[in-house]
């Protein structure tokens, strides 16, 4: 009976470790948010469609370090560039008029918020800042180590220091990452 209840404690944890999650919010909900404790917003802009997009969400996403560190530090948003929301942000309405539902998870028009960020290619990690203001995309699928230069870069304030490419080749050199892959 012990050893029963052992196996099933063991289970139950390891469900519990595997099961950690990125707290997603809305974008309306993260801006929200930063009025009363202000954080900075990363945003995966995503696709239904996206084979690199799925792997993000699978292999980096789920990483435990990446999501302790955002769920720490930042305000994530998980945003479909070609869906059907509203998004409310910056005093504007933002919707997807050409939406087609047919192709749900095929390509389908591109959402007008995906336009004033201008992503071209997904998926893309937009980086906002404490009070929404963009900082930057960051294009591509990023592994758990590749995602932690710019998790730390933005959220210790480190751009604002670079003046060149030059400036960030130095930086991205002399980083240590710490993440596991």
Known sequence: MKRIL???AVLFFTIQV???????VTLEEAVELQKKKPKKIMMDVYTNW????KMLD????HNKDVVDYVNKNYYAVKFNAEGNETVNFSGKTFDNPQYDPAKANRRNSVHELARHFSIRSYPTIVFLGETGEFLT???GYKTPRQLELYLKLFKN????DFKSQEDFTTYYNAFKPEFSE
């Open 18 to 24: 595997n099961a950690q999650e990125i707290n997603w």
């Open 6 to 8: 052992f196996i099933a």
């Open 58 to 61: 699978r292999n980096t996403f």
């Open 50 to 53: 996206c084979g690199p997009c």
């Open 137 to 139: 995309p960051v294009i």
């Open 157 to 160: 304030d480190d751009h604002k």
